[in-house]
């Protein structure tokens, strides 16, 4: 079993950053592909960033490219978001997301989630 718990979120005017912080339990952290995902009120839940179990892989989704960096730190059993030139509609609930696979993973098919850290960028 792998518990996440997100952090990091909270109100920022635009233009502003945010680091999200996901901390993970469990001795194998290292052999985990991490995700972070976002849903919005009345949206369903879309894919963010990801990263591979070592961090040589990463992936994101159109509307944050060049503004949001995965990383991780193994040592830590942490892995991060740190969101630059945030705009309102990146306003939302953020997840982030383990599986134990070595492949970067940008679907839903994780088997892990955490709770949710909310985001709020105001115009």
């Known amino acids: 079993q792998v518990q996440l718990v997100e952090s990091g979120g909270g109100l920022v005017q635009a233009g502003g950053s945010l680091r999200l912080s996901c901390a993970a339990s469990?001795?194998?952290?290292?052999?985990?592909?991490m995700g972070w995902f976002r849903q919005a009120p009345g949206k369903e839940r879309e894919f963010v960033a990801a990263?591979?179990?070592?961090?040589?892989?990463?992936a994101y989704a159109d509307s944050v490219k060049g503004r949001f960096t995965i990383s991780r730190n193994n040592a830590k059993n942490t892995v991060y978001l740190q969101m630059n030139s945030l705009k309102p509609e990146d306003t939302a609930v953020y997840y982030c997301?383990?599986?134990?696979?070595?492949?970067?993973?940008?679907?839903?098919?994780?088997?892990?989630w955490g709770q949710g850290t909310q985001v709020t960028v105001s115009s």
């Open positions: 469990g001795r194998t952290f290292s052999t985990y592909a």
């Open positions: 990263i591979s179990w070592s961090g040589g892989s990463t």
């Open positions: 997301a383990a599986r134990n696979t070595i492949v970067i993973v940008t679907s839903m098919r994780y088997d892990y």
